[in-house]
């Protein structure tokens, strides 16, 4: 699990440093010599879709989502295991069937041979990366129900 999660981390970190650059070198080009770097939204969009869905497996596995815990000191420890139970139950239902209609998407996608408007590349191969990305974290709040309990912080 570890190597997955390093995996995921460098794969969402380099995203982020490449839309950065990406961003930086856009400006320079627009600010200095009044040209926009050419398909730099698409590439921006693309990336964010990367960071986006590399990072979300971690999220879940860390327990970092919002949560709302204002009732649990009124709640039994049972209580409390049985929320964690139904709600990662119904996370990874959710992101199973998302995971799903995505791949679906990305069929439809491939078939047609969708690509960016101005770099031409392919969207299918991305539309998968995200069913894949929804499948692994749906996998660990399937785990994450099988221990009875919520995401552990990476301090932990």
């Known amino acids: 699990m570890k190597r997955i999660e390093k995996f995921l981390s460098i794969v969402a970190a380099a995203a982020l440093f490449a839309m950065m650059l990406l961003t930086f070198i856009d400006v320079i080009g627009r600010k ?22 590399f990072a979300l497996p971690l999220t879940s596995l860390y327990g970092e989502h919002v949560i709302f815990d204002l009732l649990d ?53 991305f539309h998968f990366l995200v069913a894949v990305a929804l499948a692994l974290t749906a ?11 919520p995401g552990q912080s990476a301090a932990h």
């Open 32 to 53: 200095f010599f009044d040209e926009s770097l050419t398909g730099s939204l698409e590439l921006t969009e693309l990336l964010m879709l990367v960071l986006i869905f």
């Open 73 to 125: 000191r009124a709640v039994s420890q049972t209580g409390r295991r049985l929320q964690h139970l139904l709600s990662n139950g119904i996370c990874a239902l959710m992101l199973l069937g998302a995971s799903w209609l995505i791949v679906e998407r990305a069929q439809r996608t491939a078939e047609f041979g969708d690509v960016t408007s101005q770099l031409a590349i392919e969207i299918a191969p």
């Open 139 to 149: 996998l660990i709040h399937l785990i994450l129900m099988a221990r009875g309990r």
